[in-house]
């Protein structure tokens, strides 16, 4: 966690309604370290591109204050925050060349001539386009645009990059080359990054950090590895990965731990991160890969039997769809190894998990009480 | 550098390849329009054609007097002498039969174009002549008027008896044959069409400089505000085109004119006295405003529709490179509306340059258009001729305006919605 003296931006109690009925964006308050690259991550609609734009300066903040450097940015127009911006559709100059587009930021600052072609060749020699400086955007293929852009917004070396969905127009392939290729940027670079995306496997590949969006709050705020294992609540258990959810009313506290009855009367042990107490309903957030199929007589925690509905053979693993406790869509991971079990559709199998791996989180939104 | 051409398979350069496969489209394009060019070649270009050819033609005096420009022919009208008694005996039975068939005012009308005086000559000579039914013809013809022994006026059936003229053409920018038949410019206060032409270049060009200034901050508006508003701010520019012409034109004398509601209006404000009322319609100001009122759609939407296409992040991109919003405006909007200008100009230019109504009812004596004058050649003074004449200029103008612009901006470029 970065502390105060080293965040390069900070949001106060930022908060923003574009209607005057509905928040947007509700007390955000998140501090951005130096040199980190932190990713806004969420579905449409949850605030965090709101968040960016009231950070680039084309949305101002209702109420709350952002802090660049430890000056306040609210009355500071766009074009002196000083801070490189990505845009979704790369938004390149069509009328300008490549070497023109990257010259651009440079010119409005007044550089010489001289050492505008410097910057410029260098900028395009980072992004591996030397080549490509007299064409036209419209000339060059998406993945070069896109680094286009991303050369054009570090050329004037801000201190602070923000990116909008990027990647969203590259197809698969290229977009995980161009993860690669930012990250490697943002490393070398020492640039402040804040990224935002709705694709979870594109936030967990680069980031320092995660900022979980869901309607204006953010969820949780972590590193990559902690989301993925450790979610604070269900909306982030669901939302990053692959999450079986069960839902389950809490019996008994115990310590860290507790114990919770399943919708068919079973019962399970979990470790208990999120629940109110006794009596009160709780989501239950499992891995695939963490559910052992067929656990060995030793194997002391959670013991539960469940009906094989469809196997879907991926190479490296089969993929089991299984209803258990009442939840048609409960997967688990088999490791096609060379003695892993074999399992036929229709067929009941026991399962197990170990109760810290089992995480008892909210109810979620959605799960009333069962009658 | 390419050491030589790449071809395609079959060895076919590869440009010629392209160019086919491109013709080919080409043509595809060109069937779908084929039932509209069909309609506009019948009901449009050829009675065009058939009234640019009258801007040459010119078989009247051959149909009328065919003997005597036949007779004419062995004449030699460099000399100094009338045409001998053969020439005037074949002339005085043209003039005769003429009369008979009462084709001789056509005549008379066609060549007092060229010379005034010779209508009257011919009227007078046409019932007389019938008098003369023996030698000497010269003499008796040369007794109903002294002008048959005038060697201009047969000069000028001779060199008016070819088929084709161009004395239209030189009518039409200010210049006439003289006597001997050298071109030559029309006296100083016969000269109005150049001065009209100009005239109607320049007042087309700043009506299209005003469409353009009002014009963009609407197409800009209309492109960017949230699409509820600028729906219905489209419907307000749009208006216009759902009034008859006839009723924006008048409603602009109602408002302008020297006892108009504007001028009301000043005077009980107080900015004018009652007798210093201002002259705003008929004259060119009428023109400017009822003119640049009527084109401005034409400016708005193909603006318009360029500037839609312009995300806004092209904007938002320039301001976060660190452009104030004027730079941004100025180095990333307003290039990227280039086309915009341009097939918006061009449409206002073009149209604005052969607009005949609203200078008619607005533009009084000064701020009347070339095609005003070509109206009334066409339709009170009968000279088609040289209306035709100054429509085959004022086509010309166009399409050499169109082509320029092709070669500045280029066509492809052009967006018109």
Same mark, same amino acid.
């Given at each position: 966690?970065?502390?105060?003296q080293?965040?390069l931006?900070?949001?106060?109690?930022?908060?923003?309604?574009?209607d005057?009925r509905?928040l947007?964006?509700?007390d955000?308050?998140l501090?951005?370290?130096?040199g980190?690259?932190?990713?806004?991550?969420g579905p449409?609609?949850?605030?965090k591109t709101?968040?960016l734009?009231?950070l680039?300066g084309?949305?101002?903040?209702?109420?709350?204050?952002?802090?660049?450097?430890?000056?306040?940015?609210?009355r500071v127009?766009?074009?002196r925050?000083?801070?490189g911006m990505?845009f979704q559709?790369?938004?390149?100059?069509?009328?300008?060349?490549?070497?023109?587009?990257?010259?651009f930021?440079?010119e409005?600052?007044?550089?010489?001539r001289?050492e505008?072609?410097?910057?410029?060749?260098?900028?395009l020699?980072m992004?591996?386009?030397?080549?490509?400086?007299g064409?036209?955007?419209?000339?060059?293929?998406?993945?070069q645009?896109?680094?286009v852009a991303?050369?054009?917004?570090?050329?004037?070396e801000?201190?602070?990059?923000?990116?909008?969905?990027?990647?969203?127009?590259?197809?698969?392939?290229?977009?995980?080359?161009?993860?690669y290729e930012?990250k490697?940027?943002?490393?070398?670079?020492?640039v402040?990054?804040?990224?935002?995306?709705?694709?979870q496997?594109e936030?967990?590949?680069?980031?320092?950090?995660?900022?979980?969006?869901?309607?204006?709050v953010?969820?949780q705020?972590?590193?990559?590895?902690v989301?993925?294992e450790k979610?604070?609540?269900?909306?982030?258990?669901?939302?990053?990965g692959e999450?079986?959810?069960?839902?389950?009313?809490?019996?008994?506290?115990?310590?860290s731990?507790?114990?919770?009855?399943?919708e068919?009367g079973?019962?399970?042990r979990?470790?208990s991160v999120n629940?109110?107490?006794?009596g009160e309903?709780t989501t239950l957030?499992l891995?695939?890969?963490?559910v052992?199929?067929g656990p060995g007589q030793?194997f002391?925690?959670?013991?539960?039997?469940g009906?094989?509905?469809?196997?879907?053979?991926?190479?490296d693993?089969?993929?089991?769809?299984?209803t258990?406790?009442?939840?048609?869509?409960?997967?688990v991971?088999?490791?096609n190894a060379?003695d892993?079990?074999?399992?036929?559709?229709?067929?009941e199998?026991p399962?197990g998990?170990?109760?810290?791996?089992?995480?008892?989180?909210?109810a979620g939104?959605g799960?009333a009480a069962?009658? | 550098?390419?050491?030589?051409e790449l071809?395609t398979?079959?060895?076919v350069?590869?440009?010629?390849?392209?160019?086919?496969?491109?013709l080919?489209s080409?043509i595809?394009?060109a &069937?779908?329009?084929?039932?509209?060019m069909a309609?506009l070649?019948f009901?449009?270009i050829l009675?065009?054609f058939?009234?640019?050819?009258?801007?040459v033609?010119?078989t009247i005096v051959?149909?009328?007097l065919?003997?005597?420009?036949?007779a004419l022919?062995?004449?030699?009208?460099?000399g100094?002498?009338?045409?001998?008694?053969?020439?005037?005996?074949?002339?005085?039975?043209?003039?005769?039969?003429a009369?008979?068939a009462?084709?001789?005012g056509r005549?008379?009308r066609?060549?007092?174009?060229?010379?005034p005086?010779?209508?009257?000559l011919?009227?007078?000579?046409?019932?007389?002549?019938l008098?003369i039914?023996?030698?000497?013809?010269?003499?008796?013809?040369?007794?109903i008027?002294r002008?048959?022994?005038?060697?201009n006026?047969?000069r000028l059936i001779?060199?008016?008896?070819d088929? &084709?003229?161009?004395?239209?053409f030189?009518?039409?920018v200010?210049?006439?044959?003289?006597d001997?038949g050298a071109?030559?410019w029309?006296?100083?206060?016969?000269?109005?069409?150049l001065?009209?032409?100009?005239?109607?270049?320049?007042?087309?060009?700043l009506?299209?400089?005003?469409?353009?200034l009002l014009?963009y901050?609407?197409?800009?508006?209309?492109?960017t505000l949230?699409?509820r508003?600028?729906?219905l701010?489209?419907?307000?520019?749009?208006?216009?085109f759902?009034?008859?012409l006839?009723?924006r034109t008048?409603?602009w004398?109602?408002?302008?004119?020297t006892?108009?509601?504007?001028?009301?209006?000043m005077?009980?404000?107080g900015?004018?006295s009652?007798?210093?009322?201002?002259?705003m319609?008929?004259n060119?100001?009428?023109?400017f405003?009822?003119m640049?009122?009527?084109?401005?759609?034409?400016?708005i &939407?193909? &603006?318009y529709?360029?500037?839609?296409?312009?995300?806004?992040s092209?904007m938002?991109?320039?301001r976060?490179l660190?452009?104030?919003?004027f730079?941004?405006?100025?180095?990333v909007y307003l290039p990227?509306?280039?086309?915009?200008i341009?097939?918006g100009?061009?449409l206002?230019f073009?149209?604005?340059?052969?607009?005949y109504i609203t200078?008619?009812?607005?533009g009084?004596?000064?701020g009347?258009?070339?095609s005003?004058?070509?109206?009334?050649?066409?339709?009170?003074?009968?000279?088609?001729?040289?209306?035709a004449?100054l429509?085959?200029?004022?086509l010309?103008?166009?399409l050499?305006?169109y082509?320029l612009?092709d070669?500045?901006?280029g066509?492809d470029?052009?967006?018109?919605?």
């Amino acid at each position: 966690m970065p502390d105060a003296q080293e965040a390069l931006v900070a949001f106060e109690g930022v908060q923003k309604t574009y209607d005057g009925r509905q928040l947007v964006v509700r007390d955000l308050n998140l501090d951005i370290a130096r040199g980190e690259f932190l990713t806004m991550l969420g579905p449409s609609g949850s605030g965090k591109t709101t968040c960016l734009m009231m950070l680039a300066g084309f949305e101002t903040p209702t109420h709350g204050r952002i802090l660049l450097n430890g000056t306040e940015l609210n009355r500071v127009p766009p074009h002196r925050r000083g801070i490189g911006m990505v845009f979704q559709n790369y938004a390149l100059f069509p009328h300008m060349t490549v070497q023109e587009n990257l010259a651009f930021p440079l010119e409005v600052r007044g550089m010489s001539r001289a050492e505008i072609e410097t910057k410029v060749a260098r900028a395009l020699d980072m992004v591996r386009l030397p080549e490509f400086g007299g064409r036209r955007p419209a000339q060059l293929s998406g993945g070069q645009q896109q680094r286009v852009a991303v050369a054009r917004a570090l050329v004037f070396e801000p201190d602070l990059v923000l990116m909008d969905e990027p990647l969203g127009a590259l197809d698969k392939n290229l977009r995980e080359e161009m993860q690669y290729e930012i990250k490697h940027i943002h490393e070398s670079l020492g640039v402040t990054v804040v990224y935002v995306t709705h694709d979870q496997s594109e936030a967990l590949t680069m980031s320092n950090r995660i900022a979980v969006f869901d309607d204006g709050v953010i969820q949780q705020l972590a590193t990559p590895d902690v989301l993925y294992e450790k979610p604070e609540n269900a909306f982030v258990a669901q939302f990053i990965g692959e999450n079986n959810r069960l839902i389950a009313r809490v019996t008994e506290m115990d310590g860290s731990f507790c114990t919770v009855e399943l919708e068919d009367g079973q019962k399970v042990r979990a470790l208990s991160v999120n629940v109110a107490g006794a009596g009160e309903i709780t989501t239950l957030s499992l891995r695939p890969e963490r559910v052992v199929i067929g656990p060995g007589q030793d194997f002391a925690d959670n013991r539960i039997s469940g009906r094989v509905e469809e196997l879907i053979y991926l190479g490296d693993h089969i993929r089991a769809r299984l209803t258990v406790a009442g939840n048609d869509s409960f997967i688990v991971k088999v490791a096609n190894a060379h003695d892993h079990v074999r399992l036929s559709q229709g067929s009941e199998v026991p399962l197990g998990w170990a109760s810290e791996d089992c995480r008892a989180l909210d109810a979620g939104v959605g799960n009333a009480a069962p009658a | 550098m390419m050491a030589h051409e790449l071809t395609t398979a079959d060895g076919v350069p590869l440009r010629i390849s392209l160019e086919r496969a491109l013709l080919r489209s080409r043509i595809r394009a060109a &069937l779908l329009v084929v039932p509209l060019m069909a309609f506009l070649l019948f009901a449009f270009i050829l009675p065009i054609f058939d009234m640019l050819y009258r801007s040459v033609e010119n078989t009247i005096v051959a149909q009328v007097l065919p003997e005597t420009v036949i007779a004419l022919q062995d004449w030699d009208e460099t000399g100094d002498a009338l045409p001998d008694e053969a020439v005037f005996k074949t002339a005085v039975a043209d003039i005769q039969a003429a009369f008979k068939a009462k084709t001789l005012g056509r005549l008379a009308r066609r060549l007092n174009y060229e010379k005034p005086g010779m209508a009257s000559l011919l009227r007078k000579s046409g019932r007389r002549s019938l008098r003369i039914t023996e030698a000497p013809w010269s003499e008796q013809l040369i007794k109903i008027d002294r002008k048959w022994g005038d060697i201009n006026i047969w000069r000028l059936i001779k060199r008016e008896s070819d088929h &084709l003229t161009e004395s239209y053409f030189l009518a039409a920018v200010d210049m006439r044959l003289d006597d001997l038949g050298a071109v030559n410019w029309q006296p100083e206060n016969r000269q109005i069409y150049l001065q009209l032409f100009w005239k109607t270049v320049w007042m087309s060009g700043l009506i299209t400089i005003l469409c353009l200034l009002l014009g963009y901050p609407v197409a800009f508006l209309l492109a960017t505000l949230p699409l509820r508003t600028s729906n219905l701010l489209m419907v307000l520019v749009l208006l216009p085109f759902w009034t008859s012409l006839l009723v924006r034109t008048t409603s602009w004398i109602a408002l302008l004119q020297t006892e108009g509601v504007l001028n009301d209006l000043m005077v009980v404000v107080g900015l004018i006295s009652d007798d210093g009322r201002l002259q705003m319609i008929h004259n060119k100001i009428g023109t400017f405003v009822a003119m640049t009122h009527i084109l401005l759609p034409f400016m708005i &939407l193909p &603006l318009y529709s360029v500037m839609k296409t312009i995300p806004p992040s092209y904007m938002r991109a320039a301001r976060s490179l660190g452009a104030t919003p004027f730079t941004a405006f100025v180095r990333v909007y307003l290039p990227n509306t280039v086309s915009g200008i341009g097939a918006g100009s061009i449409l206002v230019f073009i149209l604005s340059i052969g607009y005949y109504i609203t200078p008619a009812l607005v533009g009084g004596r000064t701020g009347t258009f070339i095609s005003n004058f070509i109206a009334s050649h066409v339709s009170e003074t009968l000279n088609w001729g040289l209306a035709a004449a100054l429509g085959v200029i004022l086509l010309a103008l166009v399409l050499a305006l169109y082509l320029l612009y092709d070669r500045i901006v280029g066509i492809d470029n052009m967006k018109l919605g």
